[in-house]
């Protein structure tokens, strides 16, 4: 957050162009979001997907007379977390965002003590019945689905390698579409699946994809912050693709990563400033999907992606938005 400065001659300049007993009309004050994230604002995965939307509605609205952005990243540990997200509230924030599912328990608990205040937290659909709570998520499993049919058309040992956080939210639903999407081309391609049980651990994420590759796996997908730890890994190997989530995640190794789903928060965002401004504070969830732009298949343009394993990626995309292919989550 930043305070814009003006110089005495700039002061003057503006008072001499006011006209004289005319009326004063304030400025508006600008809206004042806080976010608490995991990790940090630059992770390529999710705390940068939410940072990235903040941003961008930021510029949307003006700039920051319009709409300040202040933010703690790195927040693991819940206990930290929740004395940031607390703090903010009580410095006046129009809107305090939790950025983690594990930060729940503690929304529920502060919100309470601060009615004026909103509240956002995700990915869950969780509001507590509380008015001045909001909820996000993402339908992770569809992303997964069409990178799942994409890895199954690329595969040539048919064998694929999944490493995931903590078996719950969207690391769950990512993975579980991400099968689906396999079998869809070709049940008998092996997805073999580690959960580390760390959001956080890169070293441990690391060894799982070391491990898959070790065990003939040719491609890998995976969920969390830690994922720079198994596309080091499939870096290292040389020829692994990579598949992402989250955030798109192809500049982390041009050549490897084939796409990426990507979460695109703004719409849910100034959806719920809107909805602020009108006097509603909460009670809400958003949920992205496909069909609503909240999420986006990005392939990167500097992997050459067969045309056979593009149309089916397509086509996979129209039926999740048509209805015609169902998702498991």
Known sequence: MSIRRFSIVALAVALLAAPLGGPTVAAAAPF?????????????????????????????????????????????KVPDAAAAIRDYASQGFNMVIAHGSQYGSSVEEIAKDFPKTIFAWGTDVNTFGLPNVYAYTAAAEQGGYVNGVLAAKLTKSKVIGVTGPVEIGDAKTYISGFAQGVASVDPGIRVSKTWTGSFSNVALMAEAAKTHIAAGADVLTGSSQAVVGSIGAAKEKGKVLWFGTQYDQSS?????????????????????????????LGGEKYVAQLTNGGLKIVYNPGFALPKDARAAGDKAIKGIQSGAIKITP
Do not use: H
């Open 32 to 76: 004042r979001i806080a976010i608490v994230m995991p990790s940090a604002t630059t992770d390529m995965a999710f705390s940068q997907s939410m940072f990235s939307a903040l941003k961008a509605v930021q510029k949307e609205m003006g700039g920051e007379t319009a709409l300040q952005i202040a933010y703690s990243e790195g927040m693991f």
């Open 252 to 280: 982390l190794a041009p050549e490897l990563v084939v796409a990426s789903q990507q979460y695109d928060w703004t719409g849910v965002l100034k959806e719920m400033i809107k909805n602020s401004k009108a006097g509603k």
